[in-house]
């Protein structure tokens, strides 16, 4: 999933109002922002394979540092304990590990079976609904939608920019979800490594665009 996970980080502000979208949205993309630089290190691997399902063209061979089960329990809890150490406040804490979490069951919905439970087992398990592009999108922008909304409810502007970045948010996410699944594949693997990586600017938009916006909770 893509906007699914922003989805996540945007709903979340309904449940944990004194945490920045930033961080919300570095929860709920945590795996994805760790999986490119691995890639780039050569500690996982990816095969751009098109038609490999229908939604994606990508053949995830090997990535249990980032996506096992196993790895992503350890990381949750490790965001949590680390935002807890800064924050001292454990109901926030606990609730961004959920979130980080969260990737994983999302991913276990939509991936064919290609994430592991753990590094050590080759065991490997996905639903697929990535095997159905319609249903594809029916999930996860109705995923997105209720997320945008319960961000928008949970929030009001301070200004312009508060209202505005609000809305190029939104369709800067649709309009790069919808590249990202009818567009050609990427030319390379660091090709799409550094793609991921920009997924970071995203993560700094979150912090920025909630210095202009008020919580309501």
Do not use: C
């Amino acid at each position: 999933m893509f906007i699914g996970h922003f989805a996540i980080g945007l709903g979340g502000k309904r449940a944990a109002p004194r945490v920045s979208l930033g961080t919300l949205f570095f929860a709920a993309q945590f795996l994805d922002l760790l999986w490119p630089t691995l890639l780039l290190l050569g500690v996982e691997t990816v095969r751009i394979d098109p038609g490999n399902t229908p939604v994606t063209p990508l053949d995830f061979i090997s990535y249990p540092y980032s996506h096992s089960l196993l790895a992503v329990l350890t990381w949750s809890v490790l965001f949590g304990v680390v935002h807890y150490v800064f924050r001292r406040r454990p109901i926030d804490s606990l609730l961004l590990g959920i979130f980080v979490f969260s990737h994983w069951v999302l991913d276990f919905v939509s991936h064919r079976p290609d994430l592991q439970l753990s590094p050590a087992l080759p065991s490997r398990v996905g639903l697929g609904l990535w095997y159905s592009r319609p249903a594809t999108l029916a999930v996860e922008l109705s995923l997105f939608v209720i997320g945008a909304l319960l961000y928008a409810n949970a929030t009001r502007a301070r200004d312009k920019r508060g209202r505005y970045g609000f809305i190029g948010l939104l369709i800067f996410l649709v309009v790069a979800y919808y590249a990202a699944l009818f567009g050609p594949p990427p030319p390379s693997i660091p090709a799409l490594a550094w793609v991921g990586q920009a997924t970071w600017l995203l993560v700094g938009w979150g912090y920025w665009l909630d210095r202009h916006r008020t919580a309501l909770g």
